[in-house]
């Protein structure tokens, strides 16, 4: 059984910028939800993806914006980067309903 | 608004030594989680608790869910270096099958050896 990855690991980006971020979900899991984890803080909710549809969101501005695909797998994109976008973006794998989610390793990224 | 708030934010601490981390609300939830995460790690379940006054025990970590479902906490016994991490209370927020946790903030335990 294949856990959650995430790519890339690290990545840095200048303001106003767009960035890409992806995410395998674990296998058998159907549901894939974002967090932003910013230094210091626990982690908050950005959007959760089901059946390639947007399944509730966190309050985070529309340039935050995601992708699920038929595989399960998902993209988080982020427009016009904003320094206060530096963090830690994790992604995690569910059933729909499921109590547990599984956490991938995360993309931490650097806006100067 | 719903919010978790953890105390202490931060616990250094010699090998051996217990210590107690405190998630607090003023919402109650039908459950709560404790997660631990290490650097350049996702945060990893311990447990899930859902009914008020649940206590679980896993190893040295003892977990408690408050009477009224607002509160719990986390007890660690005779801590070892290994016990260091980022320790995170999280609780579903709205409908389940939005999957929205809201975390705490964490606590830092650093134990020495």
């Known amino acids: 059984e294949t856990g959650v990855t995430q790519s890339p690991t690290h990545l840095i980006k200048t303001r106003g910028q767009q960035v890409t971020l992806r995410c395998s979900s674990q296998s058998g899991h159907n549901t894939v939800s974002w967090y932003q984890q910013a230094l210091g803080q626990g982690p908050q909710f950005i959007f959760q993806?089901?059946?390639?549809?947007?399944?509730g969101r966190g309050n985070f501005p529309p340039r935050f914006s995601g992708l699920q695909f038929p595989n399960y797998s998902s993209e988080l994109n982020v427009n016009a980067l904003e320094l206060d976008d530096s963090a830690l973006y994790l992604c995690?794998?569910?059933?729909?309903?499921?109590?547990?989610?599984?956490f991938g390793p995360g993309t931490r990224l650097l806006v100067l | 608004t719903q919010l978790l708030e953890q105390s202490p934010q931060f616990l250094s601490i010699q090998e051996g030594e217990n210590l107690t981390v405190y998630c607090n609300s003023s919402?109650?939830?039908?459950?709560l989680q404790w997660y631990r995460q290490e650097p350049g790690e996702g945060p990893v379940l311990l447990v899930t608790v859902v009914t008020g006054g649940e206590v679980k025990k896993l190893k040295r970590l003892t977990f408690q869910f408050g009477d009224a479902r607002k509160d719990s906490s986390l007890h660690i016994t005779a801590a070892q270096p290994g016990d260091t991490g980022l320790y995170l209370c999280?609780?579903?927020?709205?409908?389940?099958?939005?999957?929205?946790?809201?975390f705490g903030q964490g606590t830092t335990l650093q134990v020495k050896p």
């Open positions: 919402s109650v939830f039908s459950s």
């Open positions: 995690a794998s569910s059933l729909l309903g499921g109590e547990t989610q599984y």
């Open positions: 993806y089901y059946r390639e549809e947007e399944n």
């Open positions: 999280a609780a579903p927020s709205g409908s389940s099958n939005t999957g929205k946790l809201i």
